[in-house]
Structure formats: structure tokens, C-alpha cells
């Protein structure tokens, strides 16, 4: 493995475009902003937008600031872009391949573990339709494409026939440590993708997801179900 491209900073990287965007409304905003109020003026879940917004706290791009109060209760928790933008080097790049290296070579079965802890994120950062509320299949992979596109993987998704379908992920946020690491690296993903469209109550279940058929492109294979009964289960704590 190259050291240096491990040590490279990565400051320079891309944000992709929510999280850009939620930089420009922080830098626009004239003050410190909620997550709520983010939220609703980008149209994400709270949990996204809140992803996002601590993403750029970690990245020096922003800061978060707790507002005093007078009254009794929880003190607002605001954030805003910051003054001087990003300081120091980042290294994330090394820290995910310390930590997936540890779970590869500690854990009995990494890839497992690390599809349970992608349902349990995909289902955090998924908004559960209201009660009795049954989604189509097009508008569960509609909804799963927006949040992977939220999470910088570029999808695309086609139909194959037969209630049969492609996500076709174009950029992988992770690509170079899953080059070294793809049992927990792509596990993670499968399950990330498995926890949102549970969460959904989707009639939609992500059977499996094929990495590297490209070099620069994973598939996810999907299948649509009438069958309530043969949807994938919900994380635990998310029913």
C-alpha cells in the first residue's frame, strides 16, 4: 500500500453536492443554524442533514456553537461556517483504513458485522413513511437512489424486468480502502442499503451487491416483493 497517498491531505477533495450546498446555506445564513431548519430548507431528513453538518465541523468547515438561554431547557445547538474555512490536514483517508483493518483482522466474521452496523446507519438516516403507508417499488428505489446520491455515490437506477432492478453506484466514497478491504467495506454498504429500505417499509429487498464490476462502478441487484412478508426486517430499535 502507498504511505504517501495514505498521508496525502485530503482537504482538497470534493464535498459532493449536498454537503456543498449545505456549506453555501451556512455561509449565506447570517448566523448559526439548526438542524431542523437546514433540514427544511435543503428538504433532507434531519438525520442527513445533521450527517452532513457534522461532517463539515470534523472537515474545520464549520463550527458548531451552543446558544445560552434564559429559560429552562435542552440550549439550542447551532452551526455556521467557518471564519478562516478548513485548518491542519485531515487524514481520514488513514483513519478508515485503520479502523476497517481492525475489524478485518480482529472480528470472526467482519463482513457481518459490518452489514449490521450499515442497516443500522441506513435505517438513522432514512425517513420512515407514516403509519399504514405503503410505498411502490419505484418509489422505494426512488427514495433509496436520493439517499445514496446524498452520500456521494452517484447511483443509477434501471429496471431489469420481472420486478427486477439495478443500482448502479458509480462513485464509491470508499473505493480505495475497499480495493483492500471489500468484505467490510462492501458489506457495510449492502447493509446500509438493506437498513434504508427497511426502515422504508419497502416492498423492495437488495439481494446483493457486486463490486468492481467496472473498475469505477458496484452493483446493487434488487428485488420488488407483494409479499409484505418477504421484505428484509427492520434494524432492531427501528419498528
Known amino acids: 500500500m502507498d504511505t504517501e497517498q495514505l498521508l496525502a491531505p485530503e482537504d482538497a477533495s470534493p464535498l459532493g453536492r449536498s454537503r456543498a450546498d449545505v456549506l453555501d446555506m451556512l455561509r449565506a445564513g447570517g448566523g448559526p443554524l439548526g438542524v431542523r431548519e437546514v433540514a427544511q430548507r435543503m428538504g433532507l431528513h434531519p438525520n442527513t442533514a445533521r450527517f452532513h453538518l457534522e461532517a463539515l465541523v470534523e472537515a474545520g468547515l464549520a463550527v458548531r456553537e451552543t446558544e445560552d438561554r434564559e429559560t429552562p431547557g435542552r440550549p439550542r445547538i447551532g452551526y455556521r461556517a467557518a471564519a478562516d474555512g478548513p485548518s491542519g490536514r485531515r487524514r481520514y483517508r488513514l483513519l478508515a483504513e485503520m479502523l476497517t483493518s481492525l475489524i478485518a483482522g480482529t472480528m470472526p466474521e467482519p463482513g457481518s458485522a459490518a452489514e449490521e452496523a450499515g442497516r443500522e446507519w441506513g435505517a438513522y438516516l ?13 418509489e422505494a428505489l426512488a427514495k433509496l437512489t436520493a439517499i445514496m446520491e446524498e452520500l456521494g455515490f452517484a ?8 420486478g427486477k432492478y439495478r443500482l448502479c453506484l458509480r462513485q464509491c466514497p ?9 468484505d ?3 458489506s ?4 446500509l442499503m438493506r437498513g434504508a ?5 419497502a416492498p423492495v429487498t437488495a439481494d446483493r451487491l457486486d463490486p468492481f464490476v467496472e473498475p469505477t462502478l458496484c452493483v446493487a441487484r434488487l428485488t420488488a416483493h407483494d409479499d409484505p412478508g418477504e421484505r428484509q426486517p427492520a434494524p432492531a430499535g427501528t419498528r
Open 188 to 191: 457495510l454498504h449492502l447493509g
Open 197 to 201: 429500505l427497511a426502515r422504508m417499509r
Open 126 to 138: 432514512t425517513e420512515q413513511p407514516p403509519p399504514y403507508q405503503r410505498l411502490t417499488d419505484e
Open 184 to 186: 467490510v467495506i462492501c
Open 174 to 182: 470508499f473505493r480505495e480502502v475497499a480495493q483492500h478491504h471489500q
Open 155 to 162: 447511483p443509477q437506477a434501471e429496471a431489469d424486468g420481472g
